[in-house]
């Protein structure tokens, strides 16, 4: 059985550049959440898909963000004017059910093994 | 300050050791426990998920979580070397189930 999957997996872009990070979910998980994690550090919450809808993009830190999921599967997340504080790794993760935090057996959340973004 | 903090090691055991890893909150409305491990390169995976205080256990890895000292802990028994990883604590509400907040994840070497 296929996980999630995320592309590509490392990315240079220089600064301004834009870019799109591709994920595919675990086939017929609602739940698609986009997490940013700088080295060394924790994965930060990004933002929160319910099928195609978005439902928190409060963890985006900039304008320069957009995330979307049109037909509820697949996601990308773009980002804009590349600047060097974005280099990160993004990591994707995916749900079986509406995520709610209290059901651990369809909310665990399975990530993909992230993109590296190396901005210059 | 974050919400969540975690020393961030590195740790270093001799196989067959007893590993202790904890976390500290500041946000007492967070009832959901959980721990991932994260090899290099790769995403975090779950190990252990806990509801409110109490303990879990699966195998060789036990969960701890005490509410009253915002306090949480994972114990890994008999360790291997395949358990080197970065392990990751995280946590959440029920307001916002879905937005897991991850302590910076401490770094394991177990050595044979």
């Known amino acids: 059985g296929a996980g999630v999957s995320q592309s590509p997996r490392y990315k240079v872009a220089k600064r301004g550049q834009d870019v799109a990070l591709r994920c595919d979910p675990i086939s017929g998980h609602v739940s698609l959440f986009w997490y940013q994690q700088a080295l060394g550090q924790g994965p930060e919450f990004l933002t929160y898909f319910q099928n195609e809808a978005q439902l928190d993009k409060s ?14 599967s697949v996601s990308t997340l ?28 369809t909310d665990t959340q399975y990530f993909g093994p992230g993109t590296r973004l190396t901005v210059l | 300050q974050k919400e969540v ?9 001799p196989e067959g050791a007893i590993v202790s890893l904890n976390c500290t909150y500041s946000n007492s409305a ?22 409110s205080s109490g303990n879990k256990e699966d195998g060789r890895f036990t969960a701890q979580v005490d509410k009253s000292s915002k306090y949480i802990s994972l114990f890994i028994r008999d360790s291997q070397p395949s358990d080197s990883a970065t392990y990751l604590c995280a946590m959440t509400n029920s307001n916002s189930g879905y937005a897991l907040n991850f302590g910076k994840g401490t770094s394991l070497l177990v050595t044979p």
């Open chain 1, 59 to 72: 963890g985006l830190p900039s304008d320069r963000f957009f995330a979307e999921r049109p037909e509820g």
């Open chain 1, 78 to 105: 773009k980002i804009q004017r590349t600047q060097q504080e974005d280099s990160a790794v993004y990591l994707c993760a995916s749900s079986l059910a509406i995520a709610s935090g209290r059901a651990p057996d």
């Open chain 2, 5 to 13: 903090e975690q020393d961030p090691g590195p740790l270093s055991v």
């Open chain 2, 30 to 51: 967070f009832q959901y426990f959980m721990w991932y491990r994260q090899y290099s390169r790769k995403g975090p995976e779950l190990l252990m998920y806990t509801y």
